[in-house]
């Protein structure tokens, strides 16, 4: 994570005496595996205890904390804005190469802002269903008895 970027945190749960280090392991927790060795020296979380003198025991504490996750999903997502130039690039060059529709679909619900949307106005239940099947049934019953009391009527005539 770049060191010039700040992120707004929680305030460290109650009870946390290494804040810095608390504050350091969010970041690393934060931070795609692919990408630890170059920003932190290590990639596990051995390595992360080990470098700052810990045990994994407190690792493990500090990951029962839910402030914990709220802030290393707020720092994953900072961190990986950065890298929104250089994937929408990389997208586009897949479009323009495949025209995938999945690409070209996320290119429009991204850049366009376009968005699938479901037609929730109508909300049928079960009772107006059948109540309509019901009126439906007795619609077609009162037209096939008015068509054969016609078709009576004419076969009297030509009588």
């Known amino acids: 994570m770049n060191s010039t970027t700040r992120i707004k945190l929680n305030p460290p749960p109650k ?4 804040v810095y280090e608390y504050r350091k392991f969010v970041l690393f927790m934060a931070t795609p595996q692919q990408f630890r060795e170059k920003e932190f020296g290590y990639i596990d979380q051995q390595g992360f205890a080990k470098n700052n003198k810990m045990s994994k025991q407190q690792l493990i504490v500090w990951k029962k904390f839910p402030e914990f996750w709220e802030d290393v999903n707020k720092a994953m997502d900072i961190y990986l804005k950065q890298y929104t130039p250089s994937v929408r ?12 529709a999945a690409e070209v679909k996320l290119w429009h619900q991204l850049v366009e802002g376009w968005s699938e949307k479901t037609d929730n106005q109508f909300s049928v239940n079960r009772e107006s269903i059948k109540a309509l099947q019901d009126a ?9 008895a008015d068509d054969a009391k016609r078709r009576q009527e004419g076969n009297k005539g030509q009588k």
């Open 15 to 18: 009870g946390i005496k290494r």
């Open 89 to 100: 690039g990389a997208m586009l060059n897949k479009i323009l190469k495949t025209g995938d």
């Open 136 to 144: 439906n049934r007795a619609i077609f019953e009162a037209a096939k």
